[in-house]
């Protein structure tokens, strides 16, 4: 996989590219929908779950079933939608995918039953059994769904499926966004589509939040499933906005299985995945609510790749580190602080003559002292960035990880201060 970022950092300016085998070259990935796995039918409709006149339900379904595998959070808190969705995906295969947006329908009398009946109203309409619908719901904790309104929504959707992925579904599956996550690719003849949620309550703990994948490429599940965890965990296993890993929090992908599978399109196949997974998760965070700025936090000469990635994600996660880069303050004095939190695989007292800490080009400290900096030029240079990159070495051993997250400003606070009220 081959990621080139642009000299000042802009995330959205990021070009994501895989060498195809295929195709024999460089293949860029495409920031919309326009790649279009053969075999599937979509709608979305403003149903009425929570707002009057704005996408809140979907459904996607395949002509016929297919490869399916996913990562589900693993909050002892899961939501219905997870359970139902780890048992029919037992199968290894599935044909549709509903998803309801504004409300988790989690924590209620009724949460499960009504999950339930709404896969049975998709199974019910394309003729399949209801071990092969999945099931998504994202929102509001502890509030019931409004029965009619979702089933009335549900058969609109059913009624006005459309060829291929449309443009609206990947609106309806969004809470808090800023906006629609999605990417697609095609090489080899084989098409890939993506779309993700997600902006707060992010640090999965599986893959994250609300992600689907789907593809005509006729891949075995278990090789999907393994696909699926090998990239999820350099990318969205990686990730942080505010350190809570959700209740609803799912990856799923889908295969229509119409075109044949060779050892080139497997291999191209999984560069895209890792390509998308990074493109979406970096979408997540950097347009998390409140974000102003994405983080990189670089972890490298850490005793194993183990502890890099813990090191990793206590700099991302340390709300005094997230808000000097708000603030754009050069203090390294937090990310020293961050580094040694206690909680990792290695213990005893970091040797601080060994470790360097870099922020963006310029080296804060090293061999055991602060560096002398203009520290109002560093804060000019952060401000005039919206790609922060925070590279500490440890000097203990040949252990790396790369994590990503972002700052917590005023508006982080004010969004959650009144989500329900």
Not at 106 to 126: M, S, W, Y
Not at 133 to 156: D, Y
Not at 261 to 269: G, K, S, Y
Not at 349 to 367: E, N, P, W
Request: charge should be negative; aromatic fraction near 4%.
């Amino acid at each position: 996989m081959l990621v080139q970022l642009p000299e000042d950092g802009d995330p959205n300016a990021t070009d994501y590219r895989i060498a195809s085998v295929t195709e024999g070259k460089e293949v860029a990935l495409r920031r919309d929908l326009s790649c279009q796995p053969q075999g599937l039918r979509s709608a979305a409709v403003k149903a009425g779950i929570k707002y009057a006149d704005v996408y809140d339900t979907c459904v996607v379904v395949m002509d016929k079933p297919g490869a399916a595998a996913g990562i589900f959070t693993k909050n002892r808190s899961a939501a219905p939608a997870v359970l139902i969705d780890r048992e029919h995906i037992a199968d290894g295969r599935a044909q549709a995918l509903v998803v309801l947006s504004k409300n988790a329908n989690a924590f209620t009398p009724t949460d499960r039953e009504n999950a339930l009946k709404v896969c049975g109203l998709v199974a019910g309409h394309i003729g399949a059994p209801v071990s092969d619908v999945m099931i998504s719901c994202t929102g509001v904790i502890g509030v019931k769904l409004p029965m009619e309104v979702v089933e009335a929504g549900v058969r609109k959707a059913l009624d006005t499926l459309q060829p291929g992925l449309v443009p609206e579904v990947a609106q309806a599956i969004l809470t808090t966004d800023k906006g629609p996550k999605v990417c697609s690719m095609q090489f080899g003849g084989v098409n890939v589509a993506a779309m993700a949620k997600g902006a707060g309550m992010i640090e999965p703990n599986m893959a994250t939040m609300l992600v689907y994948f789907f593809t005509d490429l006729a891949v075995e599940q278990a090789e999907l499933q393994q696909m699926l965890v090998r990239t999820a965990d350099k990318t969205f296993n990686s990730i942080s906005v505010d350190s809570d890993t959700s209740t609803s929090d799912s990856l799923i992908a889908f295969s229509t299985g119409t075109v044949p599978a060779t050892p080139e399109r497997l291999r191209d196949f999984e560069a895209a995945l890792g390509a998308m997974m990074l493109k979406l998760a970096v979408d997540v965070v950097y347009g998390a609510e409140g974000a102003t700025k994405l983080i990189e936090a670089r972890v490298s000469g850490a005793v194993s790749t183990k502890n890099a990635r813990e090191v990793a994600r206590m700099i991302i996660n340390s709300p005094l580190v997230k808000t000097a880069v708000f603030g754009c303050d050069p203090n390294w004095g937090r990310i020293a602080m961050a580094i040694g939190k206690p909680g990792q695989e290695q213990t005893g007292t970091i040797d601080v003559r060994r470790v360097t800490i870099r922020m963006g080009s310029a080296t804060l400290f090293a061999k055991g002292e602060a560096v002398p900096l203009q520290l109002k030029e560093l804060s000019a240079d952060m401000r005039a960035r919206k790609k922060i990159d925070i590279e500490v070495d440890l000097g203990e051993g040949d252990g790396s990880w790369t994590a990503w997250g972002c700052d917590l400003s005023y508006d982080y606070v004010k969004e959650n201060a009144d989500y329900t009220s």
